[in-house]
């Protein structure tokens, strides 16, 4: 359905993606895991149209990018990472401007709004203005708007972002139905769990550079990521000190210190042991069987930063 092969764009001297390349089959959920400026958002505007790449090449559907676009439109849903609606319209009056612009009209759009603002459980405060929505509802509205000329691919960038635990639970279940269904989905994110959670395959991207991708136990094998012990300590322990005691990779984020392990019961006595004989006094610590987050720390060195 996707293929994106080795693109690049920079703004000025910056070059925000350095040459990725990744295939989405129909009906899968990808996602784009990464920390804020690793190139998710770009990518996505690139595919979005938003602007061309400045080498390599896309196609959608088997048509590339550039050549037809207007019947590659047709065929995309974009959820921005910014909202983009009418603050002083109503959901409804945002609903149905979204959807002509999509060239649907008359009862068929109609129809197709009023089902959207049920199945995002918003029909009730259609008439509300949208400067009353909470980030999550807006957010919510966002979706159904994407989806009024019923898309064959969904480009979702960060579309949690603000929004509070109700919402963002809700917003999962529509898209896992989506999928379900049998929709095309890229998902942009640097929240470990959602691409755990949402995602069949995942590509760690970072700095402009897709490190790796495959599903969550492809990339644990690749990364040969066991488990990962989290210590809480009441102060900030010296991340260079711990790694030279412990000879693997640790990684401090103020009282939190993170470490790769390939025997947890063994490292486990050790950390503690060097924590206490430093000083570090420790509030509270965690063992986390092979997961996500060990993926990307063992990959990058560093902890998936906001």
């Known amino acids: 359905m996707i293929e994106v092969k080795n693109i690049t764009k920079s703004y000025g001297k910056t070059q925000a993606v350095r040459g990725i390349s990744f295939s989405i089959k129909d009906g899968e959920c990808y996602g784009l895991l990464g920390p804020n400026g690793a190139g998710k958002s770009t990518t996505i505007n690139m595919l979005s149209m938003l602007f061309p790449p400045d080498s390599g090449d896309l196609a959608i559907g088997g048509i590339p990018i550039g050549k037809t676009n207007t019947q590659i439109k047709s065929m995309l849903g974009i959820v921005p990472q910014e909202i983009a609606l009418y603050e002083k319209f109503s959901a409804w009056e945002n609903v149905l401007f979204w959807g002509s612009i999509y060239g649907v009209a008359g009862k068929a759009l109609t129809d197709k709004a009023e089902n959207l603002l049920k199945w995002v459980g918003l029909y009730d405060r259609r008439k509300d203005a949208i400067t009353e929505y909470s980030g999550g509802m807006k957010r919510r509205i966002n979706i159904a708007c994407a989806l009024l000329h019923s898309p064959k691919v969904l480009l979702l960038d960060e579309p949690t972002v603000g929004v509070d635990p109700q919402s963002r639970n809700l917003i999962f279940e529509l898209i896992q139905q989506l999928n379900k269904d049998g929709m095309t989905i890229i998902y942009t994110t640097h929240y470990m769990e959602e691409a755990e ?11 402009g550079l897709i490190i790796a991708q495959g599903t969550l136990d492809e990339l644990k094998t690749q990364s040969q990521v066991n488990d990962m012990i ?39 006595t050790h950390i503690v042991t060097i924590c206490n004989d430093a000083g570090y006094e420790i509030n509270r610590i965690d063992i986390q069987k092979g997961n996500l987050e060990g993926v990307f720390l063992k990959m990058t060195g560093k902890q998936l930063r906001d």
Not at 197 to 207: A, P
Not at 239 to 265: H, Q
């Open 230 to 268: 989290i210590v809480d300590c009441t102060n900030t322990p010296d991340e260079k000190l711990l790694a030279e005691k412990l000879k693997t990779t640790v990684v401090v984020n103020e009282n939190r210190v993170s470490v790769l392990s390939n025997d947890s019961k063994k490292d486990l």
């Open 197 to 207: 959670k949402l995602c069949n395959r995942i590509g760690i991207i970072d700095n």
